[in-house]
């Protein structure tokens, strides 16, 4: 690789200061630290929501004044005044609504925008244990349906919220300068009605988590069926696996249909009651009229009914968006789950590696898993010089791959050291140290891009076609990339699922090769693959490891039998260190790993 390139990827972007931020505090004093930079914003959409929001509380107080014009008839200049008025709010309704839209709208993006992005560098941050204990599908989850319900959440609580809020004040203005007397009766009853009918539809809430039950048994069943329609189909068993999910159609279908019948019975009577407490307003207030006790007029009897009508389900509304408002925050508690996780991998204030040469010293080195009471490696003593390749050998739960882990410095040790050229690893920033690091996994690792995204990742503005041609070629990929419809902008679907196992593996090493590494890492690289991709695969990784130091984990003898020196490892411990020929010649653990395999 003459135009190799020279290892260096640019340092990702700080982490959003919301990662400091969230310290357990109450998910609202979060949500508020989140919002300050849009403070302005928010008054802002406050202010022209309320101007969209008038016509709902200023309708009953011009009606009731056309009505007194009628029939007390006042001078027809105050019709015409009212009507003014009532011209005026809806023409600046559209505008006054597509101005909030924007102003809400920027806000609530950048908000979500921002908890997104601070979820996935946490992620970055996190170690590879606590990806190990926490569920890929789990944290996806929370970057996508926890923000997304705090999204919505706070849409209506804003929508709803602030609708029911200025219908509420605005009423209680009116009434209080009209008619002052009423003023009391409204700040009783109106608060009284809306917790009954709370009451009511709070029935509906072990209903409607049963049906939420079904629904998922069968999401589940569903996934399940999908999942393994290979074997329904070779066992033909079809039947049987639609039984299943029958089955809980049947629970869906009842369960929904109850809390259809319970729904309409609610709705119903709390129809009933609101419209019942309405008439009695009605008829209170004709009568107080009627009688003359009180100065209220014709109009004023209107405006006081249909107000106990707008104020009592703005009521109802605000109490209703106590689950909406509930599972907003339990959503912002969830990601603080993440973004206050103490698992990390710290960097911080450690120094930059600039050059490596690839000499490695472990140093009584051990680890034990967090929850294991038996340690994975003890007291591992090994110097590594550089340029050399070791091969890591031993029978299952060995310690192999937690060497691995160890020295690209996924995990630290719990006791010992690592010094990489001399220097402790605990002292180092391992994400600089990586830049000098490549892996070949046992399964490669691609995405749903194209060969030149997949082969270049992270290098994509710096490498020319020649350099990218010579990674190919030297991985042994070139031969089949050239026959590709696209070349080398071939997309390769998800997971690379459009190439074979040692074409996958091919572009792993030309992605390796392509970086230039002085350390390599391969972990069972050629373990799946058939005979003719292993040869294929075996003479690329020997341009690979040309010049570098190398760390093999692998099964096949010949794999490992070029090394420099084989580390059998037993129990988390060094059994033998040799060469093939001199372990060979020992008689030990190493001659019984290899039963079958010619020497």
């Not at 056309?66 to 003014?84: F, G, K, T």
Request: hydrophobic share 45%; net charge neutral; with cysteine.
């Amino acid at each position: 690789m003459e135009k190799a390139l020279s290892p260096s990827s640019p340092r990702p972007p700080r982490a959003t200061a919301l990662d400091h931020r969230y310290q357990g505090e109450h998910p609202i004093r979060t949500l508020a630290y989140l919002l300050r930079p849009d403070r302005p914003r928010l008054l802002a959409a406050v202010a022209v929501f309320a101007v969209r929001h008038s016509p709902l509380w200023l309708l009953p107080l011009i009606t009731a004044n056309i009505i007194d014009v009628v029939v007390e008839h006042r001078p027809i200049a105050e019709l015409w005044y009212n009507a003014a008025v009532l011209g005026f709010m809806f023409a600046v309704n559209f505008p006054s609504a597509v101005l909030y839209s924007r102003l809400m709208s920027t806000t609530i993006r950048r908000l979500s925008t921002t908890l997104r992005s601070a979820l996935c560098r946490r992620m970055q941050e996190l170690s590879i244990g606590y990806h190990a204990r926490v569920s890929s599908g789990v944290l996806h989850a929370k970057v996508v349906r926890d923000v997304d319900t705090i999204e919505e959440s706070l849409k209506q609580t804003a929508e709803v919220g602030l609708g029911a809020i200025t219908t509420m004040l605005g009423g209680l203005i009116v009434i209080g300068i009209r008619a002052p007397a009423f003023l009391p009766v409204f700040l009783v009853v109106v608060p009284a009605a809306a917790i009954l009918i709370r009451v009511l539809r709070g029935r509906l809430r072990s209903r409607n988590e049963t049906f939420r039950k079904e629904i998922e048994l069968l999401s589940s069943r569903v996934t399940e069926m999908t999942s393994l329609i290979h074997i329904t189909r070779a066992h033909g068993l079809e039947n049987a696996a639609l039984g299943r999910v029958d089955g809980v159609l049947d629970r869906v279908r009842t369960a929904g249909f109850r809390l259809d019948l319970l729904n309409g019975r609610v709705s119903s009577l709390a129809w009933n009651v609101l419209n019942a407490l309405g008439v009695c307003c009605l008829i209170g207030a004709a009568l107080v009229a009627y009688y003359g006790w009180l100065p209220v007029t014709a109009g004023d009897v209107v405006m006081l009914s249909t107000f106990f009508t707008t104020m009592t389900a703005a009521t109802t509304a605000l109490m209703g968006l106590a689950p909406t408002m509930t599972r907003g925050l339990e959503s912002v508690r969830s990601i603080g789950e993440v973004l206050q996780a103490p698992d990390l991998e710290s960097n911080d204030g450690k120094r930059e590696v600039a050059a490596v040469t690839g000499a490695f010293e472990f140093r009584r080195v051990d680890f034990t898993y967090e929850g294991s009471d038996e340690p994975s490696v003890t007291e591992l003593d090994l110097t590594v010089r550089p340029g050399e390749t070791i091969a890591l050998v031993g029978p299952s739960g060995a310690g192999k791959s937690t060497v691995l882990n160890l020295l690209i410095g996924f995990i630290r040790p719990t006791g010992g050291s690592i010094l990489l050229d001399g220097v402790d690893t605990a002292d180092l920033d391992l994400r600089s140290y990586r830049r000098f690091l490549s892996v070949v996994p046992q399964e490669s690792m691609l995405f749903a891009g194209t060969i030149r995204e997949n082969v270049a990742y992270g290098l994509a503005d710096e490498v020319d076609e020649e350099t990218l041609r010579s990674a190919l070629e030297a991985a042994n990929a070139w031969e089949f990339v050239s026959r590709m419809p696209d070349g080398v902008d071939t997309v390769v679907g998800q997971h690379g699922a459009r190439l074979s196992g040692g074409q996958r593996q091919r572009l792993a090493i030309a992605r390796a090769l392509i970086r230039d590494p002085r350390v390599l890492v391969l972990d069972e690289a050629t373990s799946a693959l058939d005979g003719r991709s292993e040869a294929l695969v075996q003479e690329a990784l020997g341009r690979l490891m040309r010049g570098r130091t190398v760390f093999v984990v692998a099964h096949r003898l010949s794999t490992i039998r070029d090394a420099d020196r084989i580390v059998v490892m037993e129990g988390g411990r060094v059994r033998e260190i040799g060469t093939h020929e001199e372990l060979l010649a020992l008689d030990g653990l190493y001659r019984q790993l290899q039963p079958g395999q010619a020497a």
